[in-house]
């Protein structure tokens, strides 16, 4: 819960998620998994279903990773 942390523990869990997804889906295996073009006429919601399961991850996590890197809606 937010509320009983202070803004900089807050920050550091923020920071913590984002190295977290770092090493669980780097950016160029999921660029390779794009390239491949198996995802090119799926629907954005399958396209991050399939790497959730390709990545073993969960889909707010993949959601997450795929808008900080800005890949939704760029495949």
């Known amino acids: 819960n937010k509320n009983s942390y202070s803004d900089a523990e ?5 920071e913590a998620n984002v190295f977290a997804a ?9 660029q390779a998994e794009f390239d ?3 995802y090119w006429y799926l629907a954005e ?14 889909i707010p996590a993949m959601t997450f ?10 495949y």
């Open 45 to 58: 919601t399958e396209v991050i279903e399939r790497l959730a399961k390709t990545f073993d991850v969960s």
């Open 22 to 30: 770092a090493i669980l889906m780097p950016a160029f295996l999921i």
């Open 36 to 38: 491949r073009g198996e």
């Open 65 to 74: 990773r795929l808008s900080n890197l800005n890949f939704l809606k760029t």
């Open 10 to 14: 807050h920050k550091q869990e923020q």
